[in-house]
Protein backbone atom coordinates (compact mmCIF):
# COMPACT_ATOMS: atom_id res chain seq x y z
CA UNK A 1 0.00 0.00 0.00
CA UNK A 2 3.07 2.22 0.96
CA UNK A 3 4.55 1.23 -2.47
CA UNK A 4 1.44 2.26 -4.18
CA UNK A 5 0.80 5.41 -2.31
CA UNK A 6 4.42 6.40 -3.08
CA UNK A 7 4.21 5.54 -7.09
CA UNK A 8 0.81 7.38 -7.26
CA UNK A 9 2.76 10.69 -5.83
CA UNK A 10 5.98 10.15 -8.13
CA UNK A 11 3.56 10.17 -10.85
CA UNK A 12 1.76 13.24 -9.65
CA UNK A 13 5.02 14.87 -9.39
CA UNK A 14 6.42 13.84 -12.53
CA UNK A 15 3.27 14.63 -14.51
CA UNK A 16 3.39 18.09 -12.77
CA UNK A 17 6.61 18.69 -13.73
CA UNK A 18 5.86 18.05 -17.48
CA UNK A 19 3.37 20.56 -17.63
CA UNK A 20 5.08 22.94 -16.16
CA UNK A 21 7.99 22.56 -18.36
CA UNK A 22 5.59 22.76 -21.57
CA UNK A 23 3.66 25.46 -20.01
CA UNK A 24 7.32 27.33 -19.59
CA UNK A 25 8.07 25.86 -23.57
CA UNK A 26 4.41 27.76 -24.88
CA UNK A 27 4.86 31.25 -23.36
CA UNK A 28 8.38 31.45 -24.43
CA UNK A 29 7.29 30.47 -28.20
CA UNK A 30 4.65 32.74 -27.29
CA UNK A 31 7.18 35.90 -27.02
CA UNK A 32 8.84 35.03 -29.59
CA UNK A 33 5.73 35.23 -31.77
CA UNK A 34 4.98 38.61 -30.61
CA UNK A 35 8.67 39.86 -31.03
CA UNK A 36 8.85 38.85 -34.57
CA UNK A 37 8.11 42.19 -36.59
CA UNK A 38 8.29 39.88 -40.32
CA UNK A 39 4.95 39.15 -40.73
CA UNK A 40 5.90 35.13 -42.79
CA UNK A 41 8.76 34.96 -40.17
CA UNK A 42 5.77 34.98 -37.51
CA UNK A 43 3.48 33.01 -39.40
CA UNK A 44 6.32 30.44 -39.47
CA UNK A 45 6.80 29.96 -35.60
CA UNK A 46 2.83 30.06 -35.41
CA UNK A 47 3.05 26.85 -37.03
CA UNK A 48 5.93 25.58 -34.75
CA UNK A 49 3.73 26.75 -31.94
CA UNK A 50 0.90 24.21 -33.40
CA UNK A 51 2.59 21.69 -35.12
CA UNK A 52 3.76 20.27 -31.81
CA UNK A 53 0.30 19.58 -30.65
CA UNK A 54 -1.88 19.95 -33.48
CA UNK A 55 -2.09 15.95 -34.47
CA UNK A 56 -1.25 14.82 -30.89
CA UNK A 57 -3.64 16.37 -28.75
CA UNK A 58 -6.42 19.10 -29.43
CA UNK A 59 -7.35 20.09 -26.08
CA UNK A 60 -3.74 21.30 -25.11
CA UNK A 61 -3.63 22.74 -29.23
CA UNK A 62 -6.80 24.67 -28.18
CA UNK A 63 -5.49 26.17 -25.30
CA UNK A 64 -2.30 27.56 -27.13
CA UNK A 65 -4.84 28.93 -29.76
CA UNK A 66 -6.67 30.46 -27.14
CA UNK A 67 -3.37 32.07 -25.46
CA UNK A 68 -2.75 33.40 -29.16
CA UNK A 69 -5.68 34.88 -29.70
CA UNK A 70 -5.72 36.91 -26.79
CA UNK A 71 -2.24 37.59 -27.16
CA UNK A 72 -2.58 38.50 -30.84
CA UNK A 73 -5.61 41.08 -29.96
CA UNK A 74 -4.09 42.70 -27.20
CA UNK A 75 -1.08 43.30 -29.43
CA UNK A 76 -3.00 44.37 -32.22
CA UNK A 77 -1.42 41.69 -34.60
CA UNK A 78 -4.27 40.06 -36.94
CA UNK A 79 -1.72 37.67 -38.62
CA UNK A 80 -1.73 36.15 -35.31
CA UNK A 81 -5.57 36.49 -34.73
CA UNK A 82 -6.51 34.85 -38.05
CA UNK A 83 -3.97 31.52 -37.41
CA UNK A 84 -5.47 31.11 -34.00
CA UNK A 85 -9.49 31.20 -35.36
CA UNK A 86 -8.22 28.96 -37.79
CA UNK A 87 -6.64 27.02 -36.01
CA UNK A 88 -9.19 26.76 -33.14
CA UNK A 89 -12.01 26.27 -36.03
CA UNK A 90 -9.70 23.09 -36.67
CA UNK A 91 -10.33 21.97 -33.09
CA UNK A 92 -13.76 22.49 -33.17
CA UNK A 93 -13.72 20.71 -36.21
CA UNK A 94 -12.00 17.48 -34.61
CA UNK A 95 -14.31 17.44 -31.55
CA UNK A 96 -17.15 17.52 -33.83
CA UNK A 97 -18.45 21.22 -33.59
CA UNK A 98 -19.29 22.02 -37.00
CA UNK A 99 -21.56 24.89 -36.23
CA UNK A 100 -18.02 26.37 -34.13
CA UNK A 101 -15.97 25.05 -37.17
CA UNK A 102 -17.42 27.29 -39.64
CA UNK A 103 -18.10 30.00 -37.37
CA UNK A 104 -14.32 30.61 -36.73
CA UNK A 105 -12.71 29.73 -40.16
CA UNK A 106 -14.97 32.43 -41.51
CA UNK A 107 -14.16 34.85 -39.10
CA UNK A 108 -10.24 33.61 -39.59
CA UNK A 109 -10.20 34.27 -43.38
CA UNK A 110 -11.99 37.70 -42.95
CA UNK A 111 -9.15 38.91 -40.91
CA UNK A 112 -6.64 37.26 -43.34
CA UNK A 113 -8.14 38.97 -46.13
CA UNK A 114 -7.78 42.46 -44.32
CA UNK A 115 -4.16 42.01 -43.60
CA UNK A 116 -3.40 40.97 -47.20
CA UNK A 117 -0.73 38.37 -46.41
CA UNK A 118 -0.76 35.43 -48.76
CA UNK A 119 0.53 32.80 -46.15
CA UNK A 120 -2.23 33.39 -43.38
CA UNK A 121 -4.76 33.99 -46.27
CA UNK A 122 -3.32 30.15 -47.14
CA UNK A 123 -3.71 28.82 -43.66
CA UNK A 124 -7.53 30.18 -43.38
CA UNK A 125 -8.49 28.88 -46.83
CA UNK A 126 -7.02 25.30 -45.86
CA UNK A 127 -9.27 25.71 -43.08
CA UNK A 128 -12.61 27.15 -44.51
CA UNK A 129 -12.43 24.01 -46.81
CA UNK A 130 -12.71 21.46 -44.24
CA UNK A 131 -16.25 22.52 -43.90
CA UNK A 132 -17.11 21.60 -47.37
CA UNK A 133 -14.68 18.12 -47.45
CA UNK A 134 -14.91 16.78 -44.40
CA UNK A 135 -18.35 16.57 -43.25
CA UNK A 136 -21.40 14.54 -43.36
CA UNK A 137 -22.94 16.98 -45.86
CA UNK A 138 -20.11 17.76 -48.39
CA UNK A 139 -20.10 19.94 -51.50
CA UNK A 140 -16.78 19.04 -52.95
CA UNK A 141 -17.19 21.99 -55.36
CA UNK A 142 -17.02 24.69 -52.66
CA UNK A 143 -13.77 22.34 -50.75
CA UNK A 144 -11.86 21.89 -54.26
CA UNK A 145 -12.31 25.77 -55.25
CA UNK A 146 -10.81 26.75 -51.50
CA UNK A 147 -8.08 24.31 -51.50
CA UNK A 148 -6.62 25.75 -54.81
CA UNK A 149 -6.93 29.11 -54.15
CA UNK A 150 -5.11 28.02 -50.98
CA UNK A 151 -2.59 26.23 -52.76
CA UNK A 152 -2.32 29.04 -55.53
CA UNK A 153 -1.16 31.76 -51.95
CA UNK A 154 0.96 29.27 -50.61
CA UNK A 155 2.71 29.36 -54.05
CA UNK A 156 2.77 33.12 -53.66
CA UNK A 157 3.45 33.48 -50.09
CA UNK A 158 6.79 31.24 -50.51
CA UNK A 159 5.52 28.49 -47.91
CA UNK A 160 6.04 25.32 -49.17
CA UNK A 161 4.38 23.45 -45.80
CA UNK A 162 1.14 25.20 -46.92
CA UNK A 163 1.26 24.08 -49.82
CA UNK A 164 1.41 20.58 -49.04
CA UNK A 165 -1.50 20.79 -47.07
CA UNK A 166 -3.64 22.18 -49.90
CA UNK A 167 -2.46 19.15 -52.27
CA UNK A 168 -3.00 16.87 -49.70
CA UNK A 169 -6.13 17.95 -49.34
CA UNK A 170 -7.11 17.82 -52.88
CA UNK A 171 -6.04 14.38 -52.87
CA UNK A 172 -8.13 13.58 -49.82
CA UNK A 173 -11.39 15.33 -51.52
CA UNK A 174 -11.28 14.00 -55.24
CA UNK A 175 -10.47 10.09 -53.24
CA UNK A 176 -14.07 11.12 -51.14
CA UNK A 177 -15.23 12.09 -54.70
CA UNK A 178 -14.33 8.98 -56.20
CA UNK A 179 -12.01 10.25 -58.82
CA UNK A 180 -9.11 8.27 -58.26
CA UNK A 181 -6.90 9.38 -60.93
CA UNK A 182 -6.79 13.33 -59.79
CA UNK A 183 -6.45 11.97 -55.70
CA UNK A 184 -3.36 9.77 -56.92
CA UNK A 185 -1.80 12.86 -58.90
CA UNK A 186 -2.43 15.32 -55.63
CA UNK A 187 -1.25 12.77 -53.24
CA UNK A 188 1.70 11.73 -55.35
CA UNK A 189 2.61 15.42 -55.67
CA UNK A 190 2.24 16.28 -51.73
CA UNK A 191 4.92 12.89 -51.37
CA UNK A 192 7.28 14.45 -53.44
CA UNK A 193 6.98 17.94 -52.13
CA UNK A 194 7.16 16.82 -48.57
CA UNK A 195 10.44 14.62 -49.44
CA UNK A 196 11.93 17.28 -50.86
CA UNK A 197 11.58 20.12 -47.94
CA UNK A 198 11.58 17.22 -45.33
CA UNK A 199 8.47 17.85 -43.77
CA UNK A 200 7.51 14.64 -41.93
CA UNK A 201 4.43 15.50 -39.81
CA UNK A 202 1.63 14.38 -42.36
CA UNK A 203 3.66 11.65 -44.53
CA UNK A 204 2.31 8.57 -42.20
CA UNK A 205 -1.63 10.03 -43.37
CA UNK A 206 -0.14 10.41 -46.86
CA UNK A 207 0.95 6.56 -47.10
CA UNK A 208 -2.03 5.36 -45.82
CA UNK A 209 -4.25 7.91 -48.61
CA UNK A 210 -1.56 5.80 -51.12
CA UNK A 211 -2.86 2.62 -49.50
CA UNK A 212 -6.60 3.66 -49.52
CA UNK A 213 -6.50 4.67 -52.89
CA UNK A 214 -4.53 1.87 -54.70
CA UNK A 215 -6.66 -0.68 -52.82
CA UNK A 216 -9.94 1.23 -54.39
CA UNK A 217 -7.52 0.52 -57.70
CA UNK A 218 -6.98 -2.79 -57.22
CA UNK A 219 -3.50 -3.07 -56.56
CA UNK A 220 -3.52 -4.95 -53.30
CA UNK A 221 0.33 -5.78 -53.06
CA UNK A 222 0.68 -1.88 -53.38
CA UNK A 223 -1.67 -0.88 -51.04
CA UNK A 224 -0.25 -3.37 -48.62
CA UNK A 225 3.27 -1.79 -48.94
CA UNK A 226 1.98 1.60 -48.18
CA UNK A 227 0.03 0.55 -45.10
CA UNK A 228 3.40 -0.62 -43.78
CA UNK A 229 4.85 2.16 -44.77
CA UNK A 230 3.07 4.44 -42.89
CA UNK A 231 2.29 2.09 -39.65
CA UNK A 232 6.20 2.05 -39.56
CA UNK A 233 6.37 5.90 -40.25
CA UNK A 234 3.67 6.81 -37.42
CA UNK A 235 5.13 4.16 -35.41
CA UNK A 236 8.38 6.20 -35.38
CA UNK A 237 6.97 9.47 -35.27
CA UNK A 238 4.58 8.62 -32.18
CA UNK A 239 1.52 10.26 -34.27
CA UNK A 240 -0.68 7.48 -32.67
CA UNK A 241 -3.82 9.16 -34.58
CA UNK A 242 -1.70 8.18 -37.80
CA UNK A 243 -0.89 5.17 -36.11
CA UNK A 244 -4.38 4.33 -35.61
CA UNK A 245 -5.82 5.05 -39.04
CA UNK A 246 -3.43 2.74 -40.45
CA UNK A 247 -4.14 0.71 -38.74
CA UNK A 248 -7.88 0.92 -39.57
CA UNK A 249 -7.32 0.77 -43.47
CA UNK A 250 -6.04 -2.43 -42.82
CA UNK A 251 -8.76 -4.15 -40.93
CA UNK A 252 -11.04 -2.65 -43.87
CA UNK A 253 -8.84 -4.25 -46.34
CA UNK A 254 -8.43 -7.41 -44.74
CA UNK A 255 -12.64 -7.44 -44.08
CA UNK A 256 -13.08 -7.16 -47.87
CA UNK A 257 -10.52 -9.92 -48.55
CA UNK A 258 -13.35 -12.41 -45.78
CA UNK A 259 -10.02 -12.43 -44.10
CA UNK A 260 -12.25 -12.05 -40.17
CA UNK A 261 -9.02 -12.85 -38.01
CA UNK A 262 -6.61 -10.36 -39.80
CA UNK A 263 -9.35 -7.81 -39.57
CA UNK A 264 -10.11 -7.96 -36.09
CA UNK A 265 -6.27 -8.30 -35.06
CA UNK A 266 -5.62 -4.58 -36.68
CA UNK A 267 -8.99 -2.86 -35.58
CA UNK A 268 -7.98 -4.34 -32.31
CA UNK A 269 -4.46 -2.40 -32.91
CA UNK A 270 -6.21 0.35 -34.14
CA UNK A 271 -8.05 0.72 -30.46
CA UNK A 272 -4.95 -0.24 -28.78
CA UNK A 273 -2.71 2.16 -30.50
CA UNK A 274 -4.72 5.39 -29.01
CA UNK A 275 -5.44 4.41 -25.27
CA UNK A 276 -4.41 6.20 -22.90
CA UNK A 277 -3.54 9.53 -25.68
CA UNK A 278 -5.72 12.57 -26.14
CA UNK A 279 -7.27 10.42 -29.12
CA UNK A 280 -8.44 7.64 -27.77
CA UNK A 281 -12.67 8.94 -27.65
CA UNK A 282 -12.09 10.51 -31.26
CA UNK A 283 -10.62 7.37 -32.96
CA UNK A 284 -11.24 4.18 -30.96
CA UNK A 285 -15.74 4.37 -31.91
CA UNK A 286 -15.18 3.04 -35.78
CA UNK A 287 -12.75 0.27 -35.17
CA UNK A 288 -15.02 -0.79 -32.90
CA UNK A 289 -17.96 -0.88 -34.17
CA UNK A 290 -15.99 -3.18 -37.22
CA UNK A 291 -14.95 -5.59 -34.19
CA UNK A 292 -18.84 -5.54 -33.27
CA UNK A 293 -19.89 -5.91 -37.04
CA UNK A 294 -17.19 -9.05 -37.00
CA UNK A 295 -18.48 -10.50 -34.08
CA UNK A 296 -21.49 -10.21 -33.95
CA UNK A 297 -22.96 -13.06 -35.44
CA UNK A 298 -19.95 -15.55 -34.35
CA UNK A 299 -19.01 -14.73 -30.52
CA UNK A 300 -21.30 -13.21 -27.81
CA UNK A 301 -18.92 -12.61 -25.64
CA UNK A 302 -16.65 -10.60 -28.00
CA UNK A 303 -19.35 -8.78 -29.47
CA UNK A 304 -20.40 -8.12 -26.02
CA UNK A 305 -17.09 -6.94 -25.10
CA UNK A 306 -17.02 -4.53 -28.34
CA UNK A 307 -20.31 -3.64 -28.25
CA UNK A 308 -19.30 -1.75 -24.66
CA UNK A 309 -15.97 -0.39 -26.26
CA UNK A 310 -18.25 1.21 -29.26
CA UNK A 311 -20.95 3.10 -25.91
CA UNK A 312 -18.02 3.72 -24.06
CA UNK A 313 -16.22 5.56 -26.66
CA UNK A 314 -19.25 7.26 -27.78
CA UNK A 315 -20.14 8.33 -24.02
CA UNK A 316 -16.07 9.65 -23.71
CA UNK A 317 -16.49 11.29 -26.88
CA UNK A 318 -19.95 13.20 -25.90
CA UNK A 319 -18.18 13.88 -22.58
CA UNK A 320 -15.20 15.14 -23.78
CA UNK A 321 -16.83 17.45 -26.13
CA UNK A 322 -18.72 18.70 -23.24
CA UNK A 323 -15.96 19.45 -21.43
CA UNK A 324 -14.25 20.80 -24.49
CA UNK A 325 -17.08 22.91 -24.95
CA UNK A 326 -17.79 24.35 -21.15
CA UNK A 327 -13.95 24.83 -21.50
CA UNK A 328 -14.10 26.99 -24.60
CA UNK A 329 -17.99 28.80 -23.58
CA UNK A 330 -15.39 30.00 -20.49
CA UNK A 331 -12.75 30.99 -22.48
CA UNK A 332 -14.68 32.91 -24.73
CA UNK A 333 -16.63 34.79 -21.90
CA UNK A 334 -13.33 35.87 -20.38
CA UNK A 335 -12.81 37.06 -24.35
CA UNK A 336 -15.52 38.96 -24.09
CA UNK A 337 -15.28 40.53 -20.59
CA UNK A 338 -11.36 41.57 -21.87
CA UNK A 339 -12.96 43.28 -24.74
CA UNK A 340 -15.89 45.00 -22.76
CA UNK A 341 -12.92 46.43 -20.66
CA UNK A 342 -10.36 47.44 -23.81
CA UNK A 343 -13.98 49.31 -25.08
CA UNK A 344 -14.36 50.83 -22.15
CA UNK A 345 -10.78 51.81 -21.63
CA UNK A 346 -11.05 53.24 -25.31
CA UNK A 347 -14.31 54.97 -24.49
CA UNK A 348 -12.63 56.60 -21.76
CA UNK A 349 -9.71 57.94 -23.62
CA UNK A 350 -12.09 59.53 -26.38
CA UNK A 351 -13.98 61.42 -23.71
CA UNK A 352 -10.91 62.43 -22.53
CA UNK A 353 -10.01 63.40 -26.16
CA UNK A 354 -13.32 65.12 -26.79
CA UNK A 355 -13.36 67.21 -23.86
CA UNK A 356 -10.18 68.55 -24.50
CA UNK A 357 -11.39 69.18 -28.48
CA UNK A 358 -14.48 71.39 -26.63
CA UNK A 359 -12.32 73.01 -24.39
CA UNK A 360 -10.21 73.87 -26.92
CA UNK A 361 -12.84 75.00 -29.07
CA UNK A 362 -14.78 76.90 -26.03
CA UNK A 363 -11.12 78.60 -25.62
CA UNK A 364 -11.25 79.65 -29.19
CA UNK A 365 -14.71 81.65 -29.32
CA UNK A 366 -14.43 82.93 -25.64
CA UNK A 367 -11.33 84.52 -26.96
CA UNK A 368 -12.82 85.98 -30.25
CA UNK A 369 -15.57 87.26 -28.34
CA UNK A 370 -13.32 89.11 -25.84
CA UNK A 371 -11.29 90.11 -29.23
CA UNK A 372 -14.43 91.57 -30.23
CA UNK A 373 -15.62 93.31 -26.97
CA UNK A 374 -11.95 94.48 -26.43
CA UNK A 375 -10.48 95.52 -29.71
CA UNK A 376 -10.87 99.83 -29.60
CA UNK A 377 -9.66 99.83 -33.86
CA UNK A 378 -12.96 98.93 -35.13
CA UNK A 379 -16.66 98.51 -35.06
CA UNK A 380 -18.07 95.32 -34.29
CA UNK A 381 -21.76 94.20 -35.55
CA UNK A 382 -23.63 93.31 -32.61
CA UNK A 383 -25.15 90.31 -34.82
CA UNK A 384 -21.64 89.06 -34.16
CA UNK A 385 -21.51 88.72 -30.53
CA UNK A 386 -24.79 86.81 -30.97
CA UNK A 387 -23.64 84.10 -33.31
CA UNK A 388 -20.51 83.41 -31.24
CA UNK A 389 -22.38 83.91 -28.14
CA UNK A 390 -24.82 80.88 -29.15
CA UNK A 391 -21.85 78.70 -30.21
CA UNK A 392 -20.24 79.22 -26.92
CA UNK A 393 -23.61 77.83 -25.38
CA UNK A 394 -23.29 74.28 -26.98
CA UNK A 395 -19.76 73.98 -26.86
CA UNK A 396 -20.20 74.81 -22.84
CA UNK A 397 -23.21 72.18 -22.96
CA UNK A 398 -21.10 69.47 -24.83
CA UNK A 399 -18.22 69.92 -22.49
CA UNK A 400 -20.58 69.37 -19.14
CA UNK A 401 -22.25 66.56 -21.31
CA UNK A 402 -19.01 64.46 -22.00
CA UNK A 403 -17.65 65.45 -18.60
CA UNK A 404 -20.61 64.30 -16.64
CA UNK A 405 -21.85 61.40 -18.99
CA UNK A 406 -20.38 58.59 -16.31
CA UNK A 407 -21.19 60.30 -13.34
CA UNK A 408 -24.88 60.02 -14.93
CA UNK A 409 -24.98 56.54 -16.10
CA UNK A 410 -23.62 55.43 -13.00
CA UNK A 411 -26.25 57.33 -11.10
CA UNK A 412 -29.65 57.14 -13.53
CA UNK A 413 -28.24 53.49 -14.14
CA UNK A 414 -28.18 54.05 -17.35
CA UNK A 415 -32.04 55.30 -18.00
CA UNK A 416 -32.03 57.52 -21.14
CA UNK A 417 -35.16 58.84 -19.47
CA UNK A 418 -33.19 60.30 -16.33
CA UNK A 419 -30.24 60.83 -18.14
CA UNK A 420 -32.38 63.12 -20.98
CA UNK A 421 -34.17 64.85 -17.69
CA UNK A 422 -30.93 65.55 -15.97
CA UNK A 423 -29.31 67.08 -19.26
CA UNK A 424 -32.71 69.24 -19.78
CA UNK A 425 -32.30 70.42 -16.26
CA UNK A 426 -28.68 71.62 -17.31
CA UNK A 427 -29.95 73.33 -20.06
CA UNK A 428 -32.25 74.99 -18.29
CA UNK A 429 -30.28 76.74 -15.98
CA UNK A 430 -27.29 77.64 -18.99
CA UNK A 431 -30.09 79.28 -21.17
CA UNK A 432 -30.87 81.91 -18.75
CA UNK A 433 -26.74 82.48 -17.87
CA UNK A 434 -26.43 82.56 -21.49
CA UNK A 435 -28.89 85.49 -21.80
CA UNK A 436 -27.05 87.64 -19.40
CA UNK A 437 -23.95 87.34 -20.46
CA UNK A 438 -25.05 88.06 -24.03
CA UNK A 439 -26.79 91.14 -22.64
CA UNK A 440 -24.18 92.35 -20.72
CA UNK A 441 -21.75 91.52 -23.88
CA UNK A 442 -23.90 93.13 -25.94
CA UNK A 443 -24.18 96.55 -23.91
CA UNK A 444 -20.46 96.49 -23.38
CA UNK A 445 -20.53 96.19 -27.58
CA UNK A 446 -22.68 99.47 -27.97
CA UNK A 447 -20.47 101.59 -25.24
CA UNK A 448 -17.76 100.31 -27.32
CA UNK A 449 -18.56 101.04 -30.49
CA UNK A 450 -20.57 104.64 -29.01
CA UNK A 451 -16.24 105.49 -28.24
CA UNK A 452 -15.36 104.39 -31.12
CA UNK A 453 -17.61 106.83 -33.34
CA UNK A 454 -16.80 109.14 -31.06
CA UNK A 455 -13.72 109.49 -31.60
CA UNK A 456 -13.81 108.69 -34.77
CA UNK A 457 -15.74 111.58 -35.33
CA UNK A 458 -13.78 114.23 -33.16
CA UNK A 459 -10.58 113.17 -34.96
CA UNK A 460 -13.04 114.67 -38.04
CA UNK A 461 -13.64 117.57 -36.46
CA UNK A 462 -9.99 118.37 -35.67
CA UNK A 463 -9.12 117.46 -38.94
CA UNK A 464 -11.70 119.66 -40.33
CA UNK A 465 -10.16 122.34 -38.02
CA UNK A 466 -6.87 122.59 -39.23
CA UNK A 467 -8.03 122.69 -43.02
CA UNK A 468 -10.00 126.21 -42.24
Not at 150 to 157: C, L
Amino acid sequence: MVLKNFILILFLFLESTFLVAQSSDIDSALRKIANEKDDNHRIDLILQLFSATQESNPMLDMQNAQKLLLQSQNNKDKIGEAAALGEMGYNYWSFGNTVKHLEYDIRALAIAEETGNKKVIALSKNFLAHNYSFTSNPDYRKAIKLYQEADAAAIEGKSEILQSWALMNLGSTYHSMGQLDSALMYTQKTYELINRIKYSQYLSYVLTQFGDLHEKMGNASLALNYYSLAVKEAAEAHAYRFLSLAYRSLAYFYKKKNQVDSASLYARKAITSVQNTPFTYIMVAEPAQLLLEIYKDKNSDSAFKYSEVYRIANDSLYNARNVQQAQTLTFENELRQQQVTEEKIKAGEQRKQNIQYALLALGIIIFIILFLLLSRSFITNTKWIEFFGVVALLLVFEFLNLLLHPFLERITNHSPVLMLLVLVCIAALLVPLHHKLQKWALAKLVEKNKKIRLAAAKKTIEQLSEKI
